[in-house]
């Protein structure tokens, strides 16, 4: 089983990133995936879900601002950040499950700062 995230970096407030998590080693079609994130010095947060039939879950702080999405051809889960806060500095992570407890990979750090 693997996951390797992209996409992250230094982005202003207001700003937009959009994060890539390919999987490999697990059936990625019949999966809920999830993204998390951690903040220096405070715990994994649930950040989005996707089940295997598009049904998609936001935390209420991402609602409006995130889209989480999927494609099963390519094994590869995206989430879709826009307005972004210096609150949404964290490293991201994509997790196998529908919580953020799953396997997950190395993670991407996104950095929001003017």
């Known amino acids: 089983v693997q996951l390797v995230e992209s996409g992250g970096g230094l982005v202003q407030p207001g700003g937009s990133l959009r994060l890539s998590c390919a999987a490999s080693g697990f059936t990625f079609s019949r999966s809920a995936m999830t993204w998390a994130r951690q903040a220096p010095g405070k715990g994994l947060e649930w950040v989005s879900n996707?089940?295997?039939?598009?049904?998609?879950n936001y935390a209420d702080s991402m609602k409006g601002r995130f889209t989480i999405s999927r494609d099963n051809a390519k094994s590869t889960v995206y989430l879709q950040m826009n307005n972004l806060k210096p609150e949404d500095t964290a490293v991201y992570y994509c997790t196998i499950g529908p919580t953020r407890w799953g396997t997950r990979g190395q993670g991407t750090q996104v950095t929001v700062s003017s």
């Open positions: 996707i089940y295997s039939d598009g049904r998609t």
